[in-house]
């Protein structure tokens, strides 16, 4: 209750001051494209970002406000003795390196059987490489457009 209530007086702050710019359409646009402020509780391109990049997975569970997403287990038809759940979190609402978070989990079939298996590092760094660049797109696309 108390992040939407100050989500919304933050939009309010911003808003007050941009509105009065009417002269100035692209320092305004710039502005709130460079803030942090969301209709969300976790920073917008992040989120965004990570459904993109998730779009290939059935999803489970997605949580704006408290930036999480979960998706179904994934198996890639050209290894189908292999699947994937992996869970992205947002932890800020700044467009940072450190705000993004990527867990998953693998499981190999043995003998008809889903079998716990390790997840190479390099796949979740990968992952928050790829949702972030594309985050560092949307917010500059927002810039110029």
């Known amino acids: 209750m108390i992040r939407p209530l100050r989500t919304a007086l933050m939009v309010a702050v911003v808003a007050l001051p941009l509105a009065a710019c009417g002269g100035r359409s692209g320092t305004a ?6 803030s942090k402020v969301t209709t969300i509780g976790v920073n917008s391109y992040l989120w965004r970002a990570s459904l993109d ?7 489970v569970q997605t949580d704006s406000n408290g930036g999480v997403i979960v998706t179904d287990w994934y198996v ?3 290894v189908p003795t292999e699947r ?3 869970t992205v979190s947002i932890l800020d609402q ?9 867990a ?3 499981e190999v079939n043995r003998g008809g059987q889903w079998v716990s298996a390790p997840v190479a590092a390099a796949t ?21 457009g």
């Open 76 to 78: 890639n038809p050209q």
């Open 84 to 86: 994937m759940k992996v």
């Open 29 to 34: 646009q710039a502005d709130l494209a460079a």
């Open 94 to 102: 700044d467009l940072r390196a450190d705000a993004v978070r990527v």
């Open 124 to 144: 979740t760094q990968k992952l928050e490489d790829i949702i972030l660049t594309k985050a560092r797109d949307l917010r500059r696309a927002s810039i110029a």
């Open 104 to 106: 998953a989990l693998r």
């Open 53 to 59: 990049t998730l779009s290939f997975m059935p999803l």
